[in-house]
C-alpha cells in the first residue's frame, strides 16, 4: 500500500464497547475469564464501570435489579458455558419479573460446537437461553455488532419488559474492520420503550366499573413501581380515594403510612371488595390466582392495567382490560374522570382503616420487645425505625421469616426502595442486587438477609468491600432454614434445615476489611446499623435471633406438599 493509505481500524472489542457508550450503558457486572477478559478491561479503559462478582449469578441479579431500577437494560457480561449457565437463572428470573436486563456471554467456535467437537467451553448457548428469556440474538459479524445490540436493547425495555440474551463468539471480538464503517454501523436506539397508550373506549370501561363499586380496591404491584410514573399513580390513587394495596416491591409507591393504605388489611380487602383494579400487578400465586378462599364468596370485578395484553384473563376474566404503559393509563384515568369524580364510599373506607388500624395495634406492642436472644419482631422493630428516620435508605430482603416478617413489619416511606425475591420468591439476590443499589442510586443500603438467604451469594461481601459500597447487610441469624431447631429424624447428621450454631457471620466481613458486629438485642442492632448507614462502611451485623422463633417457610407454609403416609 501506498503512504497515506491506510485505513484507520476498529474491531470487535472496540464496537461492542462504543454501541455500548452510544446507547448510554455505563455499567457492566460481570465475572471475567476467556474470551471476555480484554472485553472487561478495555470497557474499564473506555470509561464504563466494570464491576466484578465472584459469581455469575450474583452479577446477573445485580443487572437484573438495575434495569428494574433504571427502566435501561442491566448488562451482565459472561464467559462461556459455565459462566453462561451460572448467569442463566438470572437471566430467567429477570423475565419473569419483568426486568430488562441483557446477558452478554462469550461463546465457543460456533464451527466446533455445531459438530460437536469438543472446544473449550463448549456449549449452544444461544439454544439453551431461547426458552429462558424474552429474546436470544447471536452477532457472527463485526458489521453486525451494532445491529445486534440496538436488537437486545429494544428487545430488553419495549412492551413487558424481560431479559434477552446476547451471544458474542470469541471470534467476532478480533474481527478487523474500517473505522469509519464500524461507526456507521453502530445504532443508536431511538424510543426504546415507546408510550403506549391505551384506547380511550378501554378507558372510559376501566372508569365506569370503577365508579360502580360499592368496596373499590387498587392493587398496585411491581410493574407499577418500575413504570416512574410516581406522580400520576398518586394522584390518581388520592382522586378516587379507593384503599390500595401494595405488591411487595410496590410498597413506598404511595407510603405505607397513608391513610388510604391497605397493607395491614390485606385479607379484609381481598375477600370484601367488589370491584379490584390490577395496576402492574399479576394475578399469579402472590394474589392466589384471583380466586379461592383468599378472595371471599362475595362476586367480584377485576380491572386490569398492563402493558401485555395477554395477561388479561390469564387466571380470571377481566371485564375492563386497560392495555398500555402505566404512565400513559393512569394520566388518560386522571384526564376522564374529570373534576367532579365521586370519591369511594366512605363507609368502606372506614371498614378498612379500622381493621388497618387494629392490626397495627395488634402489631405494635411485639416490635418492642428488646428481649436477648432477639425474636424477629423485637429486631424488626428496631429497622423499622430506622428506615422511618432514613426514607430513603434502599431495602434488600430476602429469606422466609426474615422476608415475610420484614414485609409487613418495615413501613416504606418512598418507591423502588424495597426490593425482594419477587416472582420466584427466589433466594440469593441478596448481595447482587444490593450492590447494583448502591451502584446505580448512590444511596445507602440495608440488607436484611436470613442466614440460609445470605448463604447464596454470601461471597459477594468481598466484591462490597473492594468496592467500598455503603451497604450494610444484617444477618437474622436463627441458626437454620426457618428455624435452627429442627432434628433429623434417623441418624447422626444434623438435620437437613439447620447450620453450625452459633455462627459468626460477621467475621466473615472483618476478613475483607469491612466492619463486622456481633448484635444479640434489638438495641445493639439499631446502634450497629445507625453507625453503618452513618459511616457507609460495608459492614456485616450478625443478628442473633431466636432459633425457635420461625415458622416453616414463613406465611407460605400452606404451599408445602403434605405426604400423606407419613404419620405425624
Ligand atoms: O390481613 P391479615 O389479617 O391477613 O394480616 C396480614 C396483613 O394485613 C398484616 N399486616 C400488618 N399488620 C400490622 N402492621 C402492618 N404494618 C402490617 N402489614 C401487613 O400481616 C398479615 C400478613 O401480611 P402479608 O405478608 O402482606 O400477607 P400474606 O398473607 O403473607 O400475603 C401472601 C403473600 C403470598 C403475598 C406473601 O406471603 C408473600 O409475598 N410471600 C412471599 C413469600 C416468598 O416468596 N418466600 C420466599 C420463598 S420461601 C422458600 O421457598 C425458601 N427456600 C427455598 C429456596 C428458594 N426460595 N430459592 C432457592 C434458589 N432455593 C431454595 C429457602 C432455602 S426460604 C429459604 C431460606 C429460609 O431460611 P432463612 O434463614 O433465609 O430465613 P428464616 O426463615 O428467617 O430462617
Ligand atoms: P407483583 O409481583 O408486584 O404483583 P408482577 O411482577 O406480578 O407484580 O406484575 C408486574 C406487571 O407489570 C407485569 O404484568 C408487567 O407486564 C407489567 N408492567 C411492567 N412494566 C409496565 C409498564 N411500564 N406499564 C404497564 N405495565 C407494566
Ligand atoms: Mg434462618
Known amino acids: 500500500e501506498a503512504p497515506g493509505t491506510e485505513q484507520e481500524l476498529t474491531d470487535g472489542f472496540h464496537l461492542v464497547i462504543d454501541a455500548l457508550k452510544l446507547n448510554g450503558i455505563d455499567t457492566i457486572y460481570g465475572v471475567p475469564g476467556i474470551p471476555i477478559t480484554d472485553l472487561g478491561r478495555m470497557a474499564q479503559a473506555a470509561g464504563i464501570r466494570v464491576l466484578s462478582f465472584r459469581h455469575e449469578q450474583n452479577a446477573g441479579y445485580a443487572a437484573s435489579i ?19 449457565l451460572n448467569g442463566l437463572t438470572a437471566l430467567a428470573h429477570a423475565t419473569t419479573n419483568c426486568f430488562p436486563m441483557i446477558l452478554v456471554s462469550g461463546s465457543s467456535e460456533r464451527e466446533i460446537v455445531d459438530l460437536q467437537q469438543g472446544d473449550y467451553e463448549e456449549m449452544d448457548q444461544l439454544a ?29 425495555v419495549s412492551g413487558r419488559p424481560g431479559g434477552v440474551y446476547l451471544d458474542l463468539p470469541a471470534k467476532l471480538f478480533s474481527q478487523v474492520m474500517n473505522a469509519d464503517a464500524g461507526q456507521k454501523s453502530l445504532v443508536k436506539v431511538i424510543d426504546a420503550a415507546p408510550e403506549q397508550v391505551p384506547s380511550p373506549s378501554s378507558v372510559k370501561r376501566a372508569l365506569d366499573v370503577l365508579k360502580s363499586a360499592r368496596r373499590p380496591l387498587i392493587i398496585l404491584g411491581k410493574g407499577a413501581a418500575y413504570a416512574q410514573a410516581d406522580e400520576a399513580i398518586k394522584k390518581f390513587v388520592e382522586k378516587s380515594g379507593v384503599p390500595f394495596l401494595p405488591m411487595s416491591m410496590a410498597k413506598g409507591l404511595l407510603p405505607d403510612l397513608h391513610p388510604q393504605c391497605a397493607g395491614a388489611a390485606r385479607s379484609t380487602v381481598l375477600k370484601e371488595a ?24 362475595a362476586p367480584k370485578k377485576f380491572i386490569q392495567v398492563d402493558i401485555e395484553p395477554k395477561e388479561m384473563d390469564s387466571n380470571v376474566e377481566i371485564v375492563a382490560p386497560v392495555v398500555g404503559d402505566i404512565g400513559s393509563c393512569v394520566s388518560a384515568f386522571l384526564d376522564a374522570m374529570g373534576a367532579n369524580w365521586t370519591a369511594a364510599p366512605s363507609d368502606w373506607l372506614s371498614t378498612v382503616s379500622k381493621k388497618r388500624d387494629d392490626n397495627v395495634a395488634k402489631m405494635a406492642p411485639k416490635l418492642m420487645s428488646n428481649a ?30 426474615t422476608l415475610d416478617l420484614a414485609r409487613g413489619v418495615v413501613d416504606m416511606h418512598k418507591p423502588r426502595k424495597r426490593l425482594d425475591v419477587g416472582t420466584w420468591g427466589v ?12 451502584v446505580e442510586t448512590g444511596l445507602p443500603v440495608l440488607a436484611v438477609e436470613g442466614d440460609s438467604a445470605f448463604g447464596f451469594s454470601g461471597m459477594e461481601v468481598e466484591t462490597i468491600c473492594r468496592y467500598k459500597l455503603p451497604i450494610c447487610v444484617v444477618i437474622f441469624n436463627n441458626d437454620g432454614i426457618y428455624r435452627g431447631t429442627d432434628v433429623n429424624g434417623a441418624g447422626d447428621d444434623p438435620a437437613t434445615t439447620v447450620f453450625v450454631k452459633g455462627s459468626r457471620y460477621d467475621k466473615m466481613m472483618e476478613a475483607f476489611g ?30 442473633v435471633i431466636d432459633p425457635a422463633a420461625g415458622s416453616e417457610s414463613g406465611r407460605i407454609g400452606n404451599l408445602n406438599p403434605q405426604s400423606v403416609l407419613q404419620k405425624k
Request: net charge positive; proline share 5%; glycine share 12%.
Open 66 to 84: 438495575a434495569g428494574f431500577l433504571t427502566k435501561r437494560p442491566g448488562v451482565c457480561l459472561t464467559v462461556s458455558a459455565p459462566g453462561f
Open 128 to 156: 439453551i437461553a431461547k426458552p429462558l428469556c424474552k429474546a436470544a440474538f447471536r452477532v457472527l459479524h463485526a458489521q453486525d455488532i451494532g445491529i445486534g445490540l440496538a436488537r437486545a436493547i429494544r428487545a430488553a
Open 274 to 297: 367488589d370491584v379490584v383494579m390490577l395496576i402492574g400487578a399479576r394475578l399469579n400465586w402472590l394474589l392466589s390466582h384471583g380466586k379461592g378462599k383468599t378472595w371471599g364468596e
Open 372 to 401: 436477648s436472644p432477639m425474636d424477629y419482631h423485637g429486631a424488626l422493630g428496631a429497622l423499622r425505625a430506622i428506615i422511618a428516620e432514613r426514607p430513603d435508605t434502599i431495602f434488600v430482603n430476602e429469606g422466609a421469616n
Open 427 to 438: 433466594m440469593g439476590i441478596g448481595m447482587g442486587y444490593s450492590i447494583a443499589a448502591a
Open 514 to 543: 469491612g466492619v463486622g458486629v456481633n448484635a444479640t438485642s434489638p438495641d445493639e442492632l439499631k446502634r450497629a446499623v445507625n453507625a453503618a448507614l452513618d459511616s457507609g462502611k460495608p459492614t456485616l451485623i450478625n443478628a
